[in-house]
Every structure is written in C-alpha cells, then in structure tokens.
C-alpha cells in the first residue's frame, strides 16, 4: 500500500523538479543570448566610431582649419613676447574671453577638440 503511494508522489516530484530545470535553462539561454547582444552592440559602436574617425581624417587631409586654429591659438603666446604693449593686448583678451557665454565656451572647446581628433579632451571644457 505503501509503495502504491510512494511511486505518484515521486513522480509529482520529479515532473516538479524537471520543471524548475527547464525554468533554470530558460533564465540561463536569455541572459547568455542578452549578453551576446550586449557585445555586440558594443563591437558594432566601437566599429562605427573608427569608421567615423576615418572618414574625418581623410576629409580634413585638404583642410586648412587646422593651421588656423594653430595660427589663432599661436597669437596670444607671440604677443606675449612683444614687450608690455603686447602682454596689455593679450590681458585684455581674455579677460574679455572669460565673459563670454558657457555655450560658445563650450561651442569653441568642441571645434577645436573635433577639429584635432580629441574626443576624450571635451570632458575638459566645462570645468573653469
């Protein structure tokens, strides 16, 4: 009688058991499948940003916008080596600067950094 009890009770619990298995393989297959995802996405980000690196190293071979921002950024360090009158003219330019608008701050900070490929010095702009 005994064992007539045992032998459903035992099945109930090894369907039951063989239920949280598949539910454990479940949870286990989505979170490997988002994972891979996951990576792939940033594989493919990383990809695009050298493309796009690319692109705009080659697009500014012919450009001249990098020697004038050297040229602009040259005249202040040139004035100042041109006696008082020159130190005078550069103290007043940027003091004038340091009125001007966060966003043009920021706006200037970006051209130049894109201009130079340095993506990373942007971080730097808004700090004063």
Do not use: H
């Not at 109930?12 to 490997?32: F, P, Y």
């Amino acid at each position: 009688m005994i064992a007539s009890l045992i032998a459903p009770i035992s099945g109930l619990v090894g369907s039951w058991m063989d239920s949280k298995t598949e539910v454990q393989r479940g949870k286990t297959a989505v979170a490997k499948a988002k994972a891979e995802a996951e990576a792939a996405v940033m594989v493919s980000a990383a990809t695009s940003t050298a493309e796009w690196e690319k692109l705009m190293a080659k697009g500014s071979q012919n450009s001249l916008k990098d020697e004038y921002l050297v040229g602009l950024f040259s005249i202040p360090l040139i004035l100042s080596f041109c006696g008082e009158w020159g130190r005078k003219i550069v103290e007043d330019g940027f003091a004038a600067l340091s009125t001007m608008p966060d966003w043009y701050s920021y706006t200037l900070g970006v051209i130049v950094a894109a201009s130079f490929g340095v993506r990373s010095a942007t971080k730097f702009f808004g700090k004063k």
